[in-house]
């Protein structure tokens, strides 16, 4: 995709890599819109900033998503980018007869159902667009989850199935979709550490950005590309061994 002369929507745009992608992309002169739930920290950002436009947004409201589009679309006719990264990052047990169900129920709404509404409310207009792109964060869990997040690896499979989707669905039009995956990435989704197993946060968004230039539908950092080809058949010994590996050298948590 082009990386300048776009009009960028982020959701998540106010922490870690929805922060830094949209920084990125400002940097590079694009008009940005972040959105995100905590005012305060949006007209924060914004100052930072300068240029950068905010809304406030509930990803989990349907009815606040279709007016936060519209309200977008009307101050910013030249949209054309829609990048869905607002998430959520709970632990659960899926060994457990204990479910949280309004946690594993607001979970889905976030993560699932957030992107799918988001792409519902600006589709129509980024087709009117010469050139047009959504661009969907789920995660290098999609393809190898992590045992002890196992709801929320499940919806980023998720995404990845429904991004594959969207992207045939679209296909005769002025919109691409693409995917980005990222792996484990030292920012406040869980807990930021500096665990040596984690990326840095700006080396992330550096060889994304890179690659985003490229023509892959896919964009996944070098280091986690013999996890995004583990599925198959034989999949599961791959993903025993990497969770015990977590089980023996736990992620630390706040």
Known sequence: MKLTHNTVFIT???????????????RRGNQVII?????????????????MDTVELDITDPAQIKA?????IKRHPDLNV??????????????SGELDDAQATHL???????????????????KTRPEAWIINNSSVLAFIPLAVTALYSATKA???????SQRFMLRETTVKVLEISPPWVDTDLIHKSGDPRAMPL??????????????????????????RSNPGPNEYALIAQFNQSVIDNPIPVA
């Open 158 to 164: 998720a995404i990845h199935s429904y991004t594959l």
């Open 68 to 72: 936060v589009a519209q309200h977008v």
């Open 35 to 51: 959105a995100g739930r905590r005012q305060a920290l949006l007209e924060e950002i914004a100052r930072a900033n300068p240029g």
């Open 82 to 95: 829609v990048i869905n990264n607002a998430g959520i990052m709970p632990f659960d047990n899926a060994a």
């Open 12 to 26: 998540g745009g106010t922490s870690g890599i929805g922060r830094a992608l949209a920084e990125a992309f400002h």
């Open 202 to 227: 700006d080396e992330f968004i550096g060889e994304t950005m890179e690659k985003l230039q490229g023509d892959s539908d896919e964009i996944i950092v070098d280091r986690i590309n013999p996890l």
């Open 108 to 126: 889905l709404a976030t993560n699932v159902l957030g992107p799918v509404r988001i792409s519902a409310a600006f589709v129509e207009h980024l």
